[in-house]
């Protein structure tokens, strides 16, 4: 049941994992402003797919998935 000792070196350029690919997961582009995490499940979902609510007195973003944009509040 026990894990196998991992050893990790720091290499010449300063990377000590080569597995892991490097960059954000919003891309280059500047995606994370059209994105917010989800109150509720906290996957990252675009702002127009989800709607805002008043929680403890704060706005908090919930995607569609979570919370269904009513008729009235989408109006």
Same mark, same amino acid.
């Given at each position: 049941?026990?894990?196998?000792?991992?050893? =990790?070196?720091?290499?010449?350029?300063?990377?000590?994992? *080569?597995?892991? @690919?490097? $960059? &954000?997961?919003?891309?280059?582009?500047?995606?994370?402003?059209? =994105?917010?995490?989800?109150?509720?499940?906290?996957?990252? *979902?675009?702002? @127009?797919? $989800? &709607?805002?609510?008043?929680?403890?007195?704060?706005?908090?973003?919930?995607?569609?998935?979570?919370?269904?944009?009513?008729?009235?509040?989408? @109006?």
């Amino acid at each position: 049941m026990s894990r196998d000792d991992v050893t =990790t070196k720091i290499a010449s350029d300063g990377l000590r994992y *080569k597995s892991k @690919a490097g $960059g &954000s997961p919003f891309g280059a582009t500047g995606n994370m402003i059209n =994105t917010m995490s989800c109150m509720k499940c906290g996957l990252h *979902k675009p702002r @127009a797919l $989800g &709607s805002f609510r008043r929680l403890l007195d704060k706005s908090h973003f919930f995607c569609g998935d979570c919370r269904p944009i009513k008729a009235a509040d989408a @109006a």
